[in-house]
């Protein structure tokens, strides 16, 4: 250990702060962040309409008769999705943290620990992910209510505890995948080294 | 006690491997630099200049020799410990701005605060009032690409001073900038020195920004040439 005299205060990163220059980001780059909402929530939303119909088949014992049903494989296309929605959103990540590079440099250079590199690249797909969920579940309720109409069903049968359990379940989901998908670019704007970073020429 | 000298290297090299060839873009510099000084390292580009600051701020790891920080050998410390060094001890100021886009002038000076783990308000009441120091009180909500390019080196001169360093290192802060408005620049950094007490090293090869220095070190090919003390 050295023998710095650290009675000045201490290097930290709040979380509150993390998140504030997180949503910033979000905002002011909009474009980008958009396309990683959107991915998430067309995923999110396919797999919204899916349980929504299943739930429409379950009530209505007319359709149970008739042998409508939602199938394995239509979740394992949801599995597929989101496999796709998170590739997605991967590489549209990996592309920011090299547009950023200068940004993730100066921070460093300003005092900015690798952890805190990567708890703002997370915080950024926390809020990606709120948001591409929220999307997503809208979506995929309006589609459910298309369907139905086109179909005949009664879209409103739906119990709200049913939609409220499934907002909350498709918020994890996306939690979930959007973390997931951006840990590799995050760990890799963590441990960009401050040197090279802020030689690089966007 | 506190020694006069804030910042020393010794015998300090940074060697580096391009293309099978070895390039020696520091080496062998031993240098004291005096606590308040204002030193300008002067040599044309690729002498090694940005590389030697670099090291001294901990950026870079030398490949032979010692940076000696207030008498702490900064080799010793860790990645916590070197990150403190950059936010607490050490300001900044970049020939390219380096400036956050996405966020204003405002908080881009207040950004090394947070590092710093002051609280949000008093972090952006002393970003505030530093952009006012710098001519910049009418800008506060602009965003770098709205504002000049010796605005933006203001900026970037208000934060790398935001949380008191003893030391700011400027590597070449005129270097974007046209004859008149580097030297408001060069003006505003001795204005810190003199008044803050803050030691300032600046590199730079434009030897019209070195009459303000207290001493110039002359650099080539990662070697000091010479070291000259400037008339008051």
């Given amino acids: ?202 | 006690m506190r020694s006069d000298v804030i910042i020393e290297t010794r015998d300090l090299a940074r060697y580096y491997v391009l293309g099978g060839e070895v390039i020696k873009a520091v080496d062998g510099v031993s240098l004291k630099v005096y606590r308040g000084e204002y030193l300008s390292i002067v040599g044309p580009s690729g002498a090694g200049k940005t590389t030697l600051f670099n090291l001294i701020g901990g950026l870079d790891r030398p490949t032979r020799g010692k940076v000696i920080i207030d008498e702490v050998d900064i080799s010793e410390l860790d990645a916590y410990e070197l990150a403190w060094l950059r936010c607490m001890k050490i300001g900044y100021i970049f020939q390219t701005f380096n400036l956050i886009p996405t966020l204003t002038a405002l908080e881009n000076v207040a950004l090394p605060t947070i590092f710093a783990g002051v609280p949000r308000d008093e972090g952006m009441r002393k970003a505030k009032m530093l952009l006012k120091s710098v001519g910049l009180g009418d800008r506060l909500n602009h965003k770098p690409s709205e504002l000049s390019a010796g605005q933006q080196q203001r900026v970037a001169i208000a934060r790398a001073i935001v949380n008191d360093p003893d030391i700011i290192l400027a590597d070449e802060p005129t270097g974007n900038l046209d004859f008149q408005t580097g030297r408001e620049i060069i003006k505003l950094l001795k204005e810190l020195n003199r008044k803050r007490g803050v030691t300032v090293i600046a590199a730079t090869h434009d030897l019209k920004m070195i009459e303000v220095s207290d001493r110039v070190v002359f650099m080539r090919d990662g070697r000091i040439e010479r070291i000259e003390r400037m008339g008051v």
Wanted: hydrophobic share 50%; net charge positive; glycine share 8%.
């Fill in chain 1, 1 to 202: 250990m050295g023998c710095v005299q650290m009675d000045e205060g201490k290097i930290t990163f709040r979380l509150s702060d993390a998140f504030r220059l997180g949503y910033d980001n979000v905002k002011r780059r909009f474009n980008r962040a958009f396309l990683n909402i959107a991915a998430i929530g067309l995923g999110i939303a396919f797999f919204s309409t899916l349980s929504l119909m299943d739930t429409i088949f379950r009530l209505n014992s007319q359709i149970r008769e008739s042998g409508s049903m939602i199938e394995g494989y239509q979740y394992g296309l949801v599995l597929v999705s989101f496999v796709v929605c998170a590739i997605s959103i991967t590489n549209s990540m990996l592309i920011a943290v090299y547009e950023r590079c200068r940004e993730i440099g100066t921070m460093k250079c300003l005092g900015a620990l690798d952890q805190h590199v990567l708890k703002l690249f997370l915080a950024e797909s926390i809020i990606l992910a709120l948001l591409g969920g929220v999307l997503g579940f809208g979506t995929g309720f309006l589609a459910l209510v298309l369907v139905c109409i086109f179909m005949g069903f009664r879209a409103l049968s739906i119990p709200p505890s049913t939609l409220l359990l499934l907002l909350g379940k498709v918020t994890l989901l996306s939690l979930a995948l959007s973390m997931l998908a951006t840990i590799y670019p995050a760990y890799k704007a963590a441990k960009l080294d401050p040197v090279e970073a802020l030689r690089y020429e966007v």
